[in-house]
């Protein structure tokens, strides 16, 4: 079963993703956890490639494709030994941000994102998605994405908004806002639901 986890920078995704997979293993079963952009070996150069700020510049097609190249490496080195081993797979971002951030924000248009994403994974989606709903932080040293403004972060969770209620069946959205253990416990609560 493949699970995602989505939401704005420092909403506590990479927490509530670590807590989730801790209560899968609570359950028994493999468990296998991992994030975008990276999780394998070119996957993480792909990340500084996209996410440092350095002193090359990244246009939004090119950052499309980049996030795209570090999702199939994921899904063919990672992902889908995982799924076929039966185990329980717990990703911290999908597609689902490359919809939000490139296609909507961006400009790319979430349509043509959803697809160059779906020939980089193979057609393979999360079986669930948890959009955590909540504001956005902006942690100490932000990266080239998080360094957008207010308006950007506003644009993504109306982005973030509208996937999720064109694919309610897939996604469950869980208030955001509250003490980690509240918000785990919603997690949880949606797993079944
Ligand atoms: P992430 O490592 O999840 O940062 P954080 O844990 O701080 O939320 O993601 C880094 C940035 O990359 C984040 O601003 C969202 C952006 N991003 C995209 O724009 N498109 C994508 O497809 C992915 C996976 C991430």
Not at 34 to 49: D, F, M, Q, Y
Not at 107 to 114: D, E, F, N, Q, W
Not at 125 to 147: N, Q, V, W
């Amino acid at each position: 079963m493949f699970l995602s986890l989505e939401g704005l920078d420092g909403v506590g995704k990479s927490t509530q993703a670590r807590l989730l997979a801790a209560h899968l293993r609570s359950r028994g079963g493999e468990v296998v956890e991992c994030r975008e952009p990276g999780g394998t070996a070119l996957g993480e150069r792909v990340r500084s490639l996209v996410l440092d700020h350095g002193a090359w510049s990244v246009g939004p097609r090119a950052e499309a494709l980049l996030f795209a190249v570090s999702r199939a490496q994921l899904v063919a080195e990672v992902i889908r030994p995982a799924l076929d081993r039966g185990a329980w797979v717990v990703c911290d971002r999908f597609l689902d941000s490359s919809v939000a951030y490139q296609g909507a924000v961006r400009g790319l248009g979430p349509s043509a994102v959803r697809e160059v994403s779906l020939f980089a994974t193979g057609g393979l989606l999360p079986d669930r998605t948890f959009y955590l709903r909540g504001p956005a932080r902006t942690p100490a040293s932000p990266d080239r994405i998080e360094i957008e403004g207010a308006a950007f972060h506003v644009s993504v969770a109306a982005a973030f908004d509208a996937i999720a209620a064109a694919e309610a069946e897939r996604f469950r959205v869980i208030d955001a806002v509250g003490s980690v253990e509240d918000v785990a416990a919603r997690v949880i609560g949606a797993l079944d639901a």
